[in-house]
């Protein structure tokens, strides 16, 4: 039987209700993980008719978190970037993204930008999930067809960014 958004939704609530700090996410990771294995789930949400490139498949009426679905058909290579004042956690279906983590080199004031310099790349496969906490800098590169979940600790349309560029 299939894991359902519902599902999905109701287990990610409870973890992070049970511990909302890096253990709950770490949780919630496991049922990213869990849910990007499942054939018929990943099949139904996750197209690119609904997801090009992303689409907000649940909101948190409660916490807040947002369970979204992205499709990318080409390839799309990211700049640095945080999520403000949100957490993220990216978990692949299909294809490969490959991950650049960034260090602060100079922390940006005003309209100055921060200034970052790579640190550490790995890349995600199906299967893999991988929690970005608060002002974590990361960079995804994707060079074909790529399916994913993004679990938001807020929906970041509604999130102010950072300014920051690679020095």
Request: hydrophobic share 30%; glycine share 8%; proline share 4%.
């Amino acid at each position: 039987m299939t894991y359902t958004l519902e599902q999905l939704s109701a287990d990610i609530r409870q973890a992070l209700k049970a511990d909302s700090g890096i253990a709950g996410k770490q949780e919630v990771c496991k049922l990213v993980s869990k849910v990007l294995r499942d054939e018929e789930f990943v099949s139904k949400h996750l197209t690119a008719e609904q997801c090009r490139p992303r689409k907000v498949l649940y909101e948190d009426p409660e916490l807040g978190f947002c369970i979204c679905g992205h499709v990318y058909e080409t390839a799309a290579h990211g700049g640095p970037h945080d999520h403000g004042t949100s957490w993220a956690i990216y978990g692949l279906a299909t294809g490969d993204t490959e991950m650049t983590d960034w260090r602060i080199v100079k922390k940006g004031e005003g309209d100055e930008p921060t200034l970052v310099e790579p640190a550490k790349t790995y890349v995600l496969k199906p299967g893999d999930s991988h929690f970005y906490d608060v002002g974590v800098v990361h960079s995804p590169k994707r060079d074909g067809y790529t399916r994913l979940v993004r679990i938001e600790g807020a929906n970041l349309d509604h999130i102010k960014r950072s300014n920051i560029k690679a020095a």
